[in-house]
């Protein structure tokens, strides 16, 4: 068994894997996501303000989002949405 600290650790470094994998992979629509896995980028980002504010901190759509994406949304909706 892991102690909660490793396993916060752990956690963090996948969901950093993750985000690193969908940023690698931009030819992959929000849609398709959706559809296939029933999750998105921005259920991603929902999640990481929601969870967030849960802890008590202010963090906004759009700068979840800009976590999320690697960049402000709309600018990674007109360079790679289809």
Not at 68 to 80: I, N
Request: proline share 1%; net charge negative.
């Amino acid at each position: 068994m892991i102690d909660e600290a490793t396993r916060t650790e752990l956690e963090a470094a996948a969901f950093r894997r993750l985000l690193a994998h969908l940023d690698s992979r931009k030819d992959v629509q929000n849609i398709d996501l959706m559809n296939l896995a029933g999750f998105c980028r921005n259920c991603l980002s929902k999640w990481y303000a929601a969870a967030a504010d849960e802890r008590g901190h202010s963090l906004s759509q759009d700068e979840a989002r800009e976590i999320v994406y690697g960049m402000p949304y709309a600018e990674w909706k007109a360079k790679h949405q289809i």
